[in-house]
Structure formats: C-alpha cells, structure tokens
C-alpha cells in the first residue's frame, strides 16, 4: 500500500514536469510589430510556465511593470542585454517592459491560464500607455487579443 502511494506520488511529479512548458521572448530591434519589439509579444501560458527573456540586440532589457501583474505574483527586473526568467506562480495578466525604450512602447505581455484580472491591468495600464511617444495604441492591441 506504502508502495503504490509512492509510486502514484512519483508519477504525479514526473507528469507535473512533463506538463510545465517554457517560452522564449526574444528582445529585437526590428520585428513583426515594428521597431523595438518583444517577440512574440503576447504569450499565452499557463501557472508553472517558464519565460526565458533573451536580447538578442543589444540595448534592451525585460522587467515587469509595477502594478500590472497579478496580485502577490513574482515579478522580474532583468539587467540590460542580459538575459532573465520567470517562472509564472499566479494566475493572470502580466505586463512588462524594456525600461530604455518603454517611449517607444517596447512592451510585451504573459498570461498565466485565465486572464483574470484583465479588465484591472486594461484600467491601470493607462497610464503606461501615456508614456507612450510612438505605437501609442501598441499595449492596448496586445491586450486585447487576451478577449
Ligand atoms: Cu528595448
């Protein structure tokens, strides 16, 4: 009986692992959305997920934005042309920036399952948005294919 507890225990742990996927986000001068870009920029995950942040231009960093992730999630702060990751521990919408060009909308947004908190992120990233200079309407086309 021991036994086949440890054994079910076992299994449970290796599917777990199995089933945690990773994302690379690459940080790029020039992309599919324009310049100065996360690519791809929406990613969709689930709890457990791994984001792997790389720069491959130089000039960029990845970090979450303050007040625009989910309620006591793990936020990220990655150093310039370094690369950062993030294993996603709640649920929701995260959003993040490159802090150099965050005028030229370089952000990116992750979501972990359901977007739960979509409609708070779409309010309180207003003000992201108006620091804005060019891709005003960037972030809020990024959020809105989270419907
Ligand atoms: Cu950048």
């Known amino acids: 009986m021991k036994l086949k507890s440890l054994i079910v225990a076992v299994l449970m742990l290796a599917t777990s692992v199995v089933m945690a996927a990773e994302y690379t986000v ?11 870009v996360f690519e791809p920029a929406v990613v ?30 793990t ?6 042309n370094k690369p950062v990751s993030v294993t996603l521990d709640k649920e929701g919408v995260y959003v993040y920036k490159c802090r150099p060009h965050t005028v030229m909308a370089m952000v ?6 359901n977007a739960v908190n979509l409609e708070q992120i779409k309010a309180d990233s207003a003000a992201l948005s108006g620091k804005f200079v060019t891709n005003k309407d960037r972030l809020t086309s990024y959020l809105d294919q989270l419907k």
């Open 26 to 36: 690459e940080m790029k001068n020039n992309g599919v959305d324009g310049s100065m």
């Open 108 to 113: 990116g947004v992750v979501v972990a399952g």
């Open 75 to 80: 936020t990220w702060k990655g150093k310039m």
């Open 44 to 73: 969709r995950a689930e709890v457990g997920d791994t984001i792997h942040f790389v720069p491959t231009a130089m000039g960029h960093n990845a970090q979450t934005v303050k007040g625009l992730v989910p309620e006591g999630a």
